[in-house]
């Protein structure tokens, strides 16, 4: 049974990551921004512990997760919380920009170095959760793509870093996924929103969890995924 400290259980693709883990028996660690997001979490998946951080304050992860403490090890610790603001750069007002940098970067990187113990007592595995964008940046969306190259920057640092402790750690770049972040975003640029031409959100938490499951004799480092149609 592994052990997973996931981000953004509470809808999309973390929370489709989360029941196929729960599905097989995992132990689930469900970090959630307020407390009503924990009831609702464990309410969902009944078996799980919760812990309440709040990713738009990475300074302040420390000190929100002290009191209530993380698993001595971890198998897993899959960043999958995320937000996207749409905007072109002359028109991002700074606190977008910090909004966008301290969800999609900063928390991902201070949360993997509280989690670093815990992860190389199990030899663990680090997922990132990162974009098409943080491949090729598309016009109006400038801040979330900034936000994901550095993440790729961030996950290729973490595995040289800690590759002699028995760290794993796997990028995933899914592309269009039907999720209600999709929806808003079609919404926001007037842009016909069209599900079926959009990878499913189980089909991408199907291949996070088999990035967890492939053979211990290697890593996926980088994955990318496209829809079909």
């Known amino acids: 049974m592994g052990v997973h400290l996931i981000t953004g259980a509470g809808s999309g693709i973390g929370a489709a990551v989360a029941a196929l883990l729960a599905d097989r028996g995992d132990e689930l660690w469900l970090l959630a921004r307020t ?10 998946f009944p078996d799980s512990r919760t812990v309440v951080a709040d990713l738009t304050e990475p300074a302040a992860l420390t000190r929100a997760l002290e009191p209530q403490g993380l698993p001595d090890r971890l198998d897993s610790l899959l960043h ?5 603001e749409p905007g072109t750069v002359g028109g991002f007002d700074p606190a977008v920009w ?5 969800v999609n970067l900063l928390a991902p990187g201070e949360l993997t170095r509280l989690a670093l113990p815990a992860l190389r007592a199990a030899q663990g595995h680090v997922v990132f959760l990162n974009s098409g964008a943080g491949l090729h940046a598309p016009p ?24 002699r ?10 592309g269009e996924v039907d999720t209600p972040m999709q929806v808003r975003l079609h919404e926001s640029l007037g842009v016909p929103y069209v599900p079926q031409a959009c990878l499913s959100a189980a089909s991408v938490a199907a291949a996070v969890v088999g990035v967890l499951d492939f053979p211990p004799d290697g890593t996926l480092s980088e994955l990318m995924i496209r829809p079909g149609v």
């Open 80 to 84: 999958i919380a995320g937000v996207l």
């Open 165 to 174: 402790n028995g760290l794993r750690v796997t990028t995933v770049y899914p």
């Open 35 to 44: 407390a009503a997001r924990a009831r609702e979490l464990r309410a969902r």
């Open 140 to 163: 109006g969306l400038g801040g979330y793509a900034a936000s994901k190259f550095a993440l790729k920057a961030l996950a290729e640092s973490l595995r040289a870093e800690e590759h």
């Open 98 to 102: 910090q909004r966008t940098l301290a």
